[in-house]
């Protein structure tokens, strides 16, 4: 077996139990994985540097083909609803024959953490089998100094072989795509699937079952900090704008989708970003479309010109679901160490497809925890495979297929925290306005940062405010630098008696969904429920 790289001869592949690999190469340095990359045939550089790939047949997460092992220590403490069982039986033969398929290939080993928080972190080895899959979690983890490689002991392993195609009759998979992960043994096993996302996801999945029970929240969500020494969170499923409006130049960057909240403050689960490429452009998104200019940087299933080698963020022919990963430290406003203060404002992102909520609202505290229990969105085409157009959905914590334990721990987590340090709560629609979608439009950018800046500055809680009339939230009526027609949505519609149908239609999908969690939350969240009202009101 032939080794090239940095590793602690202490610990060598054998600790993932892999043996009669072909070659290892161990933590190398983005320049070296970009170089072997090429070299291995598995892109092209564009015409500023960056490294283009495809993922094939997977071009999004592969969300029902993901597995948790049900054994005696998940069993009492999954959400079996959300998450599906894998028996222990049927990922022994899994394991069994994914290290046997290792054997004779080429494979790349990144040592890392999943954590700013030294406190908090835990230490991830990642094997893979292609060399960009270990520049990306290279980028997106945070990368240990040489001096902590060489005394790196893995607390959570990760082995993905694309190449690998699981049998459903003998490993209980639903097809030969599957994402496997024993939380018990803390080993994680992805086959037939290229998307570097999977790996991702499967460290954030591992974090979120762990850290509640150290009274630790981890959190789907971007966050950024301000001058005054405190930080805002963004909560927001994929597609929803979290990396975008976290990444402000006026605004120092601390992570764009994964964060815990502890009594140290908040930090980074990772160290870098995953920016959707869909019509990305430098008017609009200055800070992330620069990355894409950069060298080294990954873009991921984005059309590239073949002769000119430009890449075309409005080509959508391959999928919405286009990204770009790179460090952090592309961003200029980057924070160094990936931990801010407690944050003082705490932001939930909808892209709602109908059309009805306002593009800001003020929460209460427990309308905040009914509508991150809720988490309505809609789901964009692209991130998750099937998903064409948009699909109006309840992703309960803003992130529910990636929380293994049951909403409402993470809910009264939530709720504990906004209480000890006194956040003010707001619902941010980045959806859409003047009508449903196919009918309305997007909700200008422009607005949606003008809006937020003013939330964060605290210049929003001195404008004049009125109460929805379904929703009980308070809107404001009137902000600097915001056209005020855009603050009501139901004055946007041309009929705005189908906008009256359409918030009532609305109000009665909160209600239905929320039943499942009543006997989880005491009567004051329940009466933050929405209610069909006369509009006039």
Known sequence: ??????????????????????????????????????????????????????????????????????DANTEDNIWWDNNKGM?????????????????????????????????????????????????????????????????????????????????????????????????????????????????????????NYFLPEKGIMPMHCSANAGDDGTSALFFGLSGTGKTTLSSDASRTLVGDDEHGWSPNGIFNFEGGCYAKTVNLSAEAEPEIYSTTQRWGSVLENVMVDADTRTPDFDDVSLTENGRVAYPMHFIPNASEDGTAPHPKNVIMLTADASGVLPPIARLTPHQAMYHFLSGYTAKVAGTEKGVKGTVATFSTCFGAPFMPRHPSVYGNLLKKLIAEHGATCWLVNTGWTGGPYGEGHRMPIKATRALLAAALDGSLNNVPMRTDASFGFEVPMSVPN???????????????????????????????????????????????????RDAAE
């Not at 090239?4 to 001869?9: D, E, I, L, M």
């Not at 990642?126 to 060399?131: G, K, L, R």
């Not at 239609?505 to 209610?531: G, I, S, W």
């Open 1 to 70: 077996m032939q080794h090239t790289g940095h590793f602690n001869p202490a610990f060598p592949i054998e600790t993932t139990r892999i043996s009669g690999a072909q070659e290892v190469h161990y933590n190398l340095n983005a320049a070296q994985l970009f170089e072997m990359s090429l070299k291995l045939k598995e892109g092209m550089v564009t015409d500023s540097g960056a490294l283009a790939v495809v993922t094939g047949k997977h071009t999004g997460r592969s969300a029902q083909d993901k597995f948790i092992v049900r």
């Open 87 to 207: 028996s222990p039986d049927h990922f022994a033969a899994l394991k069994a024959d994914f290290l046997d398929h290792a054997r004779g290939k080429r494979l790349f080993v990144q040592d890392l953490y999943g954590g700013a928080d030294p406190e908090h972190r835990i230490k991830v080895r990642v094997v893979t089998q292609f060399a960009w899959h270990a520049l990306f979690i290279r980028y997106l983890l945070r990368r240990p100094s040489r001096d902590e490689v060489m005394d790196f002991t893995p607390e959570l392993t990760i082995i993905n072989q694309p190449s690998f195609k699981a049998d459903p009759a003998k490993h209980g998979s639903r097809t030969e795509t599957v994402i496997a992960i024993n939380l018990s043994e803390k080993l994680v096993l992805i086959g037939d699937s290229e998307y570097a996302g999977e790996t991702k996801k499967s460290v954030f999945g591992t974090l």
């Open 482 to 532: 915001v056209d005020s027609a855009i603050l009501d949505p139901r004055s946007t519609w041309a009929d705005p008696a189908a906008y009256d149908a359409k918030a009532s239609e609305l109000v009665a999908m909160f209600v239905d969904n929320f039943e499942k969690f009543a006997e989880h939350v005491d009567t004051e969240v329940l009466a933050a429920a929405p209610a069909v």
